[in-house]
């Protein structure tokens, strides 16, 4: 199998899988005994933290375990929701967020607040413009993603942040996708809340964590023991906690984008060269990650190129239901035409991607 699908999971570097070991069979205790076993535990959750805290540009103090990207994002939007509700009831996010930002919001839709959902220009990018216009004084929570997963388009995070302190309004940013592949640091994005997930990140899926800003404080997902200096309780999982942490130091130490990149780059050429006006780009030509490519095969439904494909891992921006056609809603929210819209097909390429493997796809493509 050739896998250029590296947005939708990473597959675990083996130094990850190496790391572990020791807490899968040695380091067993519980974080939360006074015991010699429980202290060696406890030791290995806060070296991981550390190491998270470290790829953010964080204090240890500030990051928070968590289950995955989803129980990040659910976690502050109810808590900012359920803690802040005194305050107002207005939640502003975007058409184009992943649907553990989007289907969390539309539960507090049901249970009585309000949530604006502002589009996207043609390249999928949000107007910080409109994020300020937006704000009322019963705003409480802004919820911009960092990087769009589908087109990679890379938003103003860092301009909403400026907005978002000046109106005295909460900032989460979902960074899922961004972890690893450009440089992230919560102080220079001015956000109170991030997000992280682990099998993004060349973890293994089942783990991620929570920036949260020194100083803010709001109801736990998950009620229980004091775990997580109270703000989720839980076991600390130590094997997927090290994991993580281990995750974040490589792409910390060995942060280097521009071979992603200039694959990225020779792939896009080629298929310029071989295609010309037949695909289109979808997303910003260049405010966007440096390993995704959403292409458009114009006059083609993504999904059978995919099938065409054979054994090569991708995913499509159209989905096929008893044979009609759904386009994807991010897409969508671009004002992508249909026609464009249904031949998308995202390339995600990462870590372990070679030039000789995207060769045979580029060939494989010319003979579909």
Known sequence: MIYLDYNATTPIDKRVADAVQPYLYEVFGNPSSNHEAGKLAKEAVEK???????????SPEEILFTSGGSESNNTVIKGVAYT???????????????????????FLENNGYEVTYLPADEYGMISAEDVEKAITDKTILITIMHSNNETGTIQPIEEIGSISKKHGVLFHTDASQSLGKVQVDVNRLQVDFLTVAGHKLYAPKGVGALYMRSGINIEPLIHGAGHECGRRAGTENIVL????????????????????EELTQYFYKRLLEIFGDKIKLNGH????????????????NGYEVIEKLGDVALSTGSACHSGSVSISPVLAAMGVPFEIARGAVRFSFGRFTTKEELDIVLDRLKHI
């Open 48 to 58: 991981a933290r550390e190491k998270v805290a470290m790829l953010l540009n964080s």
């Open 84 to 106: 802040y509700r005194d305050k107002g009831n207005h939640i502003i996010t975007s058409q184009i967020e992943h649907p553990a930002v989007l289907a969390p919001c539309r």
């Open 241 to 260: 906690n090290a994991a993580l942490g281990e995750a974040c130091e490589i792409a910390r130490e060995a942060f280097n984008s521009s071979k992603t």
């Open 285 to 300: 030509p260049t405010l966007k990650l440096p390993n995704t490519l959403n292409i458009s095969f114009i006059g083609y």
